[in-house]
């Protein structure tokens, strides 16, 4: 089974300064990443994803995150927020191996709040 | 392009009602995953219909149903409403299935049960 787990619930960062945003992966096999922003009473969107490739993924807005194996890890980052970025974040995993459907396995979401 | 449209935004219901949901996809996506979101379980899958079958199905009781429509519009419906049940529903659509394709989300419908 695969599970997500982020490890910060909330995180408060001041405007122009620099953030990560952290979430770690279990699975037995192979994974897709996925980052998705939630911004108050809307759905999610994408932000970014990891396939394959450049462990280096580059996203909207600015933001990046970078695909580590050995530790399991596909922390976000962006090096200097803005206002505009204070919303729900959530770290996200689909099967790269035997599953036909898109079922993603969701953290359970890290509240940005970026402060003037 | 129009997004992923669910409807209504928001619903309030009395326990031991049942809802419809609807939810029409991305033009040409195929795919349709529902979700659960609540402050305590966080993001749980339902279920996902692809070609008007459903293709997976998450741990959710059997009140929790769905189908899908030859036009790719789906619905979900919730028998026997329960306190606990009041949650964001989040529907999702795909282009086709494979778990490499890119989910564009609805807004959600916000249900609340009374």
């Known amino acids: 089974a695969q599970s997500v787990t982020q490890l910060d619930s909330q995180v408060p960062v001041f405007e122009e300064a620099p953030v990560e945003l952290r979430c770690n992966y279990s699975?037995?096999?192979?994974?897709?990443l996925f980052w998705y922003v939630q911004y108050p009473n809307q759905g999610l969107q994408l932000l970014l994803k990891y396939l394959s490739g450049s462990t280096l993924v580059k996203g909207i807005n600015g933001f990046e995150a970078e695909f580590n194996k050995s530790q399991t890890s596909f922390h976000l980052r962006k090096p200097s927020v803005h206002i505009s970025d204070t919303a729900e974040y959530f770290c996200a995993v689909t099967r790269r191996v035997g599953n036909t459907g898109n079922q993603f396995y969701f953290g359970t979401g890290t509240s940005l709040t970026v402060i003037p | 392009k129009a997004g992923v449209t669910q409807t209504p935004r928001y619903l309030i219901k009395t326990r031991g009602q049942q809802v419809t949901l609807s939810c029409s996809p991305i033009?040409?996506?195929?795919?349709v995953s529902w979700y659960q979101q609540t402050p305590g379980q966080g993001l749980q899958f339902l279920f996902e219909?692809?070609?008007?079958?459903?293709?997976n199905k998450g741990n959710f009781p059997g009140r929790f149903s769905g189908r899908q429509f030859s036009n790719s519009r789906s619905e979900m419906n919730v028998s026997t409403l329960e306190l606990g049940d009041s949650a964001l529903y989040l529907c999702?659509?795909?282009?086709?299935?494979?778990?490499?394709?890119?989910?564009?989300f609805g807004q959600g419908t916000r249900l609340t049960v009374v």
């Open positions: 999702a659509s795909s282009l086709y299935l494979g778990t490499s394709t890119e989910a564009f």
């Open positions: 033009s040409g996506h195929r795919s």
């Open positions: 219909y692809f070609s008007e079958t459903q293709r």
């Open positions: 699975s037995s096999v192979s994974v897709y």
